[in-house]
């Protein structure tokens, strides 16, 4: 009965007051804009919290297949890190949307360009030089090494600007 007393009167004040009414246009159009916003603290908090385990948000895209040069440099980490001999490795990947590693949320940056910025070290860099980049993909990646053995990871395509 409250409800439906609140919605009369709200219909009233909406239909004999403009500004009230203009007001509450423009905030809903404000509202509505904003909302699939990842907003620090509101729907997508979750991603945020570093006491929780890492979080992805699977893109829904099909999976797709890696540049030569993507491929190439994914073999070499992959060959750099894996003790397995014989590893059995595709050109296909799954695209991720987001992905948050112990509170930290980063995206492509086609995807939401205020968590792309990063700063890395080039793996065969034996020096503590760090570069500062943007993802330019993140994927998961899944192969075969001996034995049938199923490896799954997610890997960050960092562009970097030239070296000077």
Do not use: W
């Not at 620090?40 to 948000?57: K, T």
């Not at 491929?71 to 014989?86: D, E, K, P, R, V």
């Not at 695209?95 to 700063?119: M, R, T």
């Amino acid at each position: 009965m409250k409800t439906s007393a609140y919605n009369a009167n709200l219909h009233a004040i909406l239909a004999d007051n403009d500004t009230v009414c203009k007001a509450v246009h423009e905030m809903m159009t404000t509202r509505q804009s904003i909302k699939d916003e990842d907003a620090r603290g509101f729907h997508l908090a979750a991603l945020l919290d570093p006491s929780l385990p890492e979080s992805v948000v699977a893109s829904g895209a099909d999976s797709f297949e890696l540049s030569d040069l993507e491929y190439q440099l994914l073999c070499g980490a992959i060959n750099h890190t894996s003790t397995a001999t014989h590893l059995l490795l595709t050109r296909r990947a799954a695209p991720v949307k987001q992905i948050s590693i112990q509170g930290v949320a980063y995206s492509a940056v086609n995807s939401v360009p205020q968590d792309s910025n990063i700063i890395f070290q080039l793996l065969n860099d034996s020096s503590t030089n760090q570069r500062a980049g943007v993802i330019g993909s993140i994927f998961q990646y899944e192969y075969l090494s001996a034995g049938d053995q199923r490896n799954k990871g997610y890997y960050l395509s960092v562009r970097a600007p030239a070296h000077r």
